[in-house]
């Protein structure tokens, strides 16, 4: 069956490093989307990713699909205190209407 | 700007007894989804509804979980009776139409103990 890695689980960076979170499919993925957790708060959508090779830009994050639509990742430049939280990817599979399932996620910790 | 209502935020019960959760949508979204979030691990889907029809409930323990959407509006997710292994997050969350890859915004959740 499929299998989806979020990797790491955890990161603690200090304010000012980069920080970068991956999601990777045994199987082809229909779209991806990245969502934001902060502590004691609930998800917040941040991107959307449905091309192959896709690269999409927000201020100090990117975000990747991998060519072959299997993987992706989200880069956070420089960060900041504001970056705290956990970092989820959701992902259709080919084929399926509409259910999102959710990785476990990456929960990033920043300090000054 | 709109968000989607949830309540209560907290409900702390005893095991056996029900609960029930209500959300109210942000207005014009015709997908309604419930997740259950346990602590450290991401959302999973429970149910999903358009407008009033669930398409998606093959997460649900349906022997003491039930859901519904009568109007295609607001809904309510019950339990009963419920058990210590339900302790989570319940997320309800919104999008404009399922099978699209719209974005759900989600609501604040409702923190359910069973003690």
């Known amino acids: 069956g499929q299998q989806v890695m979020q990797i790491p689980q955890y990161q603690h960076v200090q304010e000012g490093e980069d920080f970068t979170t991956y999601c990777n499919s045994s199987?082809?993925?229909?779209?991806i989307q990245w969502y934001k957790q902060r502590p004691g708060g609930h998800p917040v959508f941040l991107i959307q990713?449905?091309?192959?090779?896709e690269v999409k830009k927000q201020k100090r994050l990117t975000f990747q699909f991998g060519e072959a639509k299997k993987n992706s990742s989200l880069h956070i430049t420089a960060t900041q205190t504001t970056d705290v939280g956990t970092y989820f990817c959701?992902?259709?599979?080919?084929?399926?209407?509409?259910?999102?399932?959710f990785g476990t996620g990456t929960r990033l910790q920043v300090t000054l | 700007e709109a968000e989607v209502a949830q309540s209560p935020r907290y409900k702390i019960t005893e095991k056996s007894q029900a609960v029930a959760f209500w959300c109210d949508p942000i207005?014009?979204?015709?997908?309604l989804y419930w997740y259950r979030q346990i602590l450290g691990q991401g959302p999973e889907l429970l149910v999903q509804?358009?407008?009033?029809?669930?398409?998606?409930d093959s997460q649900l323990p349906k022997d003491r979980f039930s859901a519904e959407r009568l109007k295609g509006v607001d809904s309510t997710l019950k339990i009963q009776p419920a058990e210590l292994g339900d302790s989570a997050m319940y997320l309800c969350a919104s999008s404009l139409v399922s099978g699209l890859p719209y974005e759900q915004y989600f609501g604040p959740g409702t923190r359910l103990t069973v003690t």
């Open positions: 199987t082809t993925l229909s779209n």
């Open positions: 207005s014009g979204h015709a997908t």
């Open positions: 959701a992902w259709r599979n080919t084929g399926t209407a509409s259910k999102l399932t």
């Open positions: 509804f358009q407008d009033e029809s669930v398409v998606d």
């Open positions: 990713l449905v091309k192959s090779g």
